[in-house]
C-alpha cells in the first residue's frame, strides 16, 4: 500500500512540476501581457494544487497534511483573484490586448489606418 501512495505522490510532483514548467516557457512564448499573465496563473494554479496534493500523499494523515491544505486552499482562491486584479488594472491603465491572428498583425503594419 505504501509503495502505491509513493508511486502517486510522485506522478502528481512530476505532473506538478511539467505544468510549472510548461508555465513558465508559455510566459516566454505569448505575445503580450494578457496572455503571459493566462498561461502563468492557469499554469501556477494547477501545477502548485498538484504538488501540494503529491505532498499530502507523502506525508500522509497528519498536522503536515493539514498546513498543506489549507495552503492548498489559499492559492486556489488567491491565485485566479490577483491574475483578475492584474488584468484589471492593466486595463483601467490603457493596456489594450492584441486582437487578430498572428498573420493578420504581420500583414498590416502598426502605423496604417484601416
Known sequence: MTDA??????????????FVL??????LRMPDFYTRMH???VTETLG???????????AGLDLASFKLFTIMLFLLFTGPVSAYAMANAA???????LLGSRSSR?????????
Open 48 to 58: 502548485s494544487m498538484l504538488i501540494i496534493i503529491g505532498l499530502m500523499l507523502h
Open 91 to 97: 486595463n483601467i491603465a490603457g493596456l489594450k490586448p
Open 5 to 18: 501512495i509513493h508511486i502517486a505522490s510522485s506522478v502528481l510532483l512530476l505532473l506538478g512540476g511539467f
Open 22 to 27: 510548461v508555465g513558465g516557457i508559455g510566459l
Open 106 to 114: 504581420a500583414q498590416s503594419p502598426e502605423g496604417s489606418s484601416e
Open 39 to 41: 498561461a502563468g496563473s
